[in-house]
């Protein structure tokens, strides 16, 4: 059985390919979305998902979360004593996702679809490959989130021709794509978006107003010195957030020192105070349609991806940007791992999943580093010369001269780099090489730079002294961030050793996990209720009592819904 998944930053999905549609699988505790965070505890065992999300105000030193961000690079996080490569911690999501999958299918689960952002370059890509492998499963494809959404609505499913756009705002990252889908190709065009604007950015705009309005007046210290009760804060501003989506106003109370600060914040205002981050949401739409050299008024579909845009003037900013509404009925949360689900079953029934969906673009610019004369005969070094540019269809290959700045120099250093900057120092160093020059006056020798991108993510470079008609070659394979066969092999049997929390005590675990957060959170009666009631359903489970366990569950279950705003979701 193939199933697709989408392996998201905050949270991950997996559905499959049932009776002709795609079906969420839900997790142990019932729910489809399970959090991409990742918990060790105090016996050893692994916790994933809601518990381990909810450890990471109570347990941070043992936790990790949004590690997707470093996904293709050698950053390890630290869950106690011990380390983990990013492809490993998404590994046990995926581990946790397969057991699920697993338990409501009743067959073993060893092949999938797993979704990566347009933009994840080779590395990222890699990396995601290696966590499926850690996980135990054969990755039969890689699939573009935008290309996963489009498919979740039947698009490029057949040969009609047109152009969509799809915006996808999750909780810290905006990502646009263009897409084009033609004769049953379907290809990403252009990619845009900025990786530090999402969800949050709307919590801080609350957090900020209600600083503003109540902090000094209630005696509230600055938002810095405002821990531990900034976590508790935040998340009464995630829920005014989200009911702002549906109501005109919604409340925000906060208990400090004994006095219950309560305030109101209108949907006007917020949409108001949100002026900002929504400009921020413009800029990377009009860049990908420009690299795309497409009018909007071509897009035939523009279709919505992550939580965040449920929030209404975000459908109104789209519709005025694009004039026409977004196609937003199917869940944003959902619709990637729904579309991965029909990319599943197009290879599980061999539907030509190959055929339909291919090309990829260059996610940065390549190029080099050259020296500018100036107008006064002096020269700027350093400055960066564009080879590849950014949403070049791959595989490319181009060509840019280069001469000699000096009389008789006897090598020309190319300094290969990716980025977008003017100035090489602000880009990415990825490689070097040097080229020997014949002697002659300033500008008169030539050198062909050629740089050419394939799909896996390799780039070569070629340059050739047209003068002598030499050729150097430079292979840049960037693989410090990516683990090689052997090496995955070796984390593989230190990754099996460590064991999932058990299953079937998910809910358990969720809802200690849970109560501990709130006991650390809340002072005075608050605290002792939930105390008590955590005590209690401790004894019981060390009781093995199944009866009390029920009944102290239940009860603890009770109290936490009257402490906490938020929904055990
Ligand atoms: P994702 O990464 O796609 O799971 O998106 C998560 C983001 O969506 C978070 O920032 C959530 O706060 C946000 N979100 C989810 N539901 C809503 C809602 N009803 N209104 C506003 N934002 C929401």
Same mark, same amino acid.
């Given at each position: 059985m193939i199933v697709g998944i989408d392996l998201g930053t905050t949270n991950s999905l997996i559905a499959v390919w049932r009776h002709g549609e795609p079906v969420l699988i839900p997790n142990a505790i019932g729910h489809v979305l399970t959090p991409s965070a990742v918990s060790l505890d105090e016996k050893g065992d692994i916790i994933v998902g809601l518990a381990a999300r909810e450890r990471l105000s109570t347990h941070p030193a043992r936790t990790a979360a949004v590690f997707k961000r470093y996904m293709g690079t050698n950053r390890e996080l630290h869950l106690g004593k011990k380390e983990f490569r990013p492809e490993e911690l998404s590994a046990l999501v995926l581990r946790s996702l397969k057991a699920d999958a697993e338990a409501l299918l009743g067959e073993p689960v060893t092949e999938a679809v797993i979704t990566v952002p347009a933009y994840f370059n080779d590395l990222q890509r890699k990396a995601t490959k290696a966590a499926g492998t850690l996980a135990?499963?054969?990755? %039969?494809r890689l699939l573009t989130e935008p290309t996963a959404a489009a498919l979740a609505y039947g698009i490029g499913l057949n040969a009609d021709e047109q152009y969509l756009m799809v915006i996808d705002l999750g909780g810290g990252t905006f990502d646009v794509s263009l897409l084009h889908c033609f004769e049953g190709v379907m290809e990403v065009r252009a990619t845009a978006g900025d990786t530090w604007l999402g969800g949050e950015d709307f919590v801080d705009v609350i957090v900020h107003d209600f600083m503003a309005h109540m902090g000094e007046a209630a005696g509230l210290p600055p938002v810095s010195l405002l821990a531990p009760i900034h976590g508790v804060l935040r998340r009464q501003a995630e829920m005014v957030k989200r009911r702002l989506s549906e109501a005109d106003e919604a409340e925000l109370s906060l208990a400090y020192q004994g006095k219950d600060l309560t305030w109101t914040l209108s949907r006007d205002r917020f949409e108001m105070l949100s002026e900002s981050v929504l400009a921020r949401i413009r800029l990377p739409i009009e860049r990908a349609l420009r690299d795309a050299r *497409? %009018?909007?008024? *071509?897009?035939s579909q523009v279709i919505l991806a992550g939580g &965040?845009?449920?929030m209404p003037m975000l459908r109104r900013l789209i519709g005025r940007l694009f004039r026409r509404m977004p196609l937003q009925h199917i869940n944003p949360d959902e619709v990637v791992a729904r579309g991965a689900a029909v990319a599943a079953g197009l290879i599980g029934r061999s539907a030509g999943l190959e055929e339909i969906i291919m090309t990829d673009v260059a996610p940065f610019t390549m190029g080099i580093n050259v020296s500018d004369r100036q107008p006064d005969g002096s020269r700027l070094t350093g400055v960066y010369m564009p080879i590849i540019e950014r949403n070049t269809i791959i595989p490319a290959s181009r060509v840019k001269p280069v001469f000699n700045v000096?009389?008789?120099?006897?090598a020309i250093s190319l300094q290969v780099y990716q980025g977008? &900057?003017?100035?090489? %120092?602000?880009n990415i160093l990825l490689g070097k090489m040097s080229v020997r020059c014949p002697p002659a006056p300033e500008g008169k020798v030539q050198i062909d730079v050629r740089f050419t991108y394939d799909t896996s993510g390799l780039l070569e470079v070629e340059a050739t002294v047209l003068n002598t008609g030499v050729t150097e070659r430079l292979l840049i394979e960037g693989n410090p961030g990516s683990l090689s066969r052997e090496e995955i092999e070796a984390r593989l049997q230190n990754l099996t050793k460590l064991k999932l929390h058990p299953r079937d005590d998910a809910e358990n675990a969720a809802l200690m996990a849970r109560g501990q957060r709130l006991y650390e959170q809340r002072l005075g009666h608050a605290r002792s209720v939930i105390g008590d009631a955590l005590t209690g359903f401790i004894s019981a489970l060390e009781a093995q009592a199944p009866e009390r366990i029920r009944t102290t569950r239940e009860h603890l279950r009770q109290v936490l819904e009257a402490h906490d705003d938020e929904p055990f979701i």
């Open positions: 135990g499963l054969e990755v %039969k *497409i %009018k909007p008024e *071509i897009l &965040a845009t449920r000096e009389d008789n120099q006897t977008e &900057a003017l100035m090489v %120092k602000d």
